[in-house]
């Protein structure tokens, strides 16, 4: 009969590169004020009746799910920017940082 032990270790080695991946884009919603404002204005303009007059809760939440749904991805759209080696998103950001520093120290 054979026992597993918890005092012999057991190893699994993954095949995988050093490397780590680098990202070439970044992908981000642009949420500020008046894109808030106009979603608001949107979910109080959508009607409500086919979510309020069904007595399931389940088809009332998915009805109104969807068109949340529908009103946040129209309202905040997903935004793709790319960046390189030459160009990196990190180096705009340091770059900006002095003149921002200088300008809060004023």
Not at 58 to 69: E, M, V
Not at 75 to 103: C, I, V, W, Y
Request: charged share 30%.
């Amino acid at each position: 009969m054979f026992h597993i032990s918890d005092h012999f270790p057991i190893f699994r080695f993954l095949n995988h590169s050093r490397e780590p991946h680098k990202h070439k884009t970044i992908c981000y919603r642009k949420i500020n004020d008046l894109n808030i404002g106009k979603c608001k204005t949107k979910l109080t303009e959508e009607s409500r009746i086919d979510t309020l007059n069904i007595n399931d809760a389940q088809i009332s939440f998915n009805n109104f799910n969807a068109k949340f749904d529908k009103i946040y991805y129209e309202t905040f759209p997903l935004k793709e920017q790319g960046f390189n080696k030459k160009h990196s998103h990190k180096r705009k950001m340091d770059h900006k940082l002095p003149t921002n520093f200088a300008q809060a120290e004023k």
